[in-house]
């Protein structure tokens, strides 16, 4: 079934370590999405990509890394320059730009100990 | 930058009843969509409506649109235990400006 799987769904991590968060799709969309979701909040846009090989910040992108190295593929990287990294990370895509439809995943919680 | 913000932040019906949503938004949109997400689970899209649309209906689910209010609500008609959920509006230009709101937690009781 195509989809996007986001894995781990949980992690935890110790202070000062990196951690990758995996996000993959194989719905053939160009744009990929990362976001934050705090408890009772909204999303919170850290990085998207449109194609392969580019990507741009978010609104809160200071902590984080990605790459787009295959259209299939969004890593997050939640280094430990993030502050308060613990949180639901998700992952989306978009076929169209134009309308905006996002896919989303499963999402992954990351907790600090 | 929060875009959208809905109201009411918690809602607690009966089961069979409807439940009405709402959202407001400060600049001008080319779309408006509304999401759902189960509690830990990704979000799910439900519909979306343009900035030229005044109305949608998706089964039970009815949106409204009035863009001289930047307002939207969406109403859940006869509503049911697996509707409890927490639902969001986005609001943007295309994907990659599309922004959430805070959400409305929807409880349905039987």
């Known amino acids: 079934d195509g989809g996007i799987t986001q894995s781990p769904k949980y992690l935890f991590r110790k202070e000062g370590q990196n951690v990758t968060l995996s996000c993959e799709q194989n719905?053939?969309?160009?744009?990929m999405y990362w976001y934050r979701q705090d408890p009772g909040q909204g999303l919170r846009l850290i990085y998207y990509?449109?194609?392969?090989?580019?990507?741009q910040k978010g609104d809160i992108a200071e902590g984080y890394s990605v790459s787009r190295e295959k259209k299939e593929s969004f890593p997050l990287t939640v280094t430990s320059a993030q502050k308060n990294p613990t949180a639901f990370y998700l992952c989306a895509s978009s076929g169209s730009a134009n309308t905006g439809e996002l896919f989303f995943g499963e999402g992954s919680r990351l907790t600090v100990l | 930058s929060q875009q959208g913000e809905e109201d009411p932040q918690a809602l607690s019906i009966q089961e069979g009843e409807n439940a009405t949503m709402n959202c407001s938004y400060k600049?001008?949109?080319?779309?408006l969509q509304w999401y759902r997400q189960n509690s830990g689970r990704g979000l799910v899209h439900l519909i979306l409506?343009?900035?030229?649309?005044r109305e949608k209906h998706s089964g039970r689910l009815r949106v409204t649109l009035d863009t001289s209010k930047k307002s939207s609500s969406l109403l859940i008609t006869a509503s049911r235990a697996a509707d409890t959920a927490s639902y969001f509006c986005a609001t943007g230009r295309g994907a990659q400006k599309l922004v959430f709101g805070q959400g409305t937690r929807l409880t349905i009781n039987p």
């Open positions: 600049t001008s949109i080319n779309n």
């Open positions: 719905l053939n969309h160009d744009a």
């Open positions: 990509s449109q194609i392969v090989n580019d990507f």
């Open positions: 409506i343009r900035s030229n649309e």
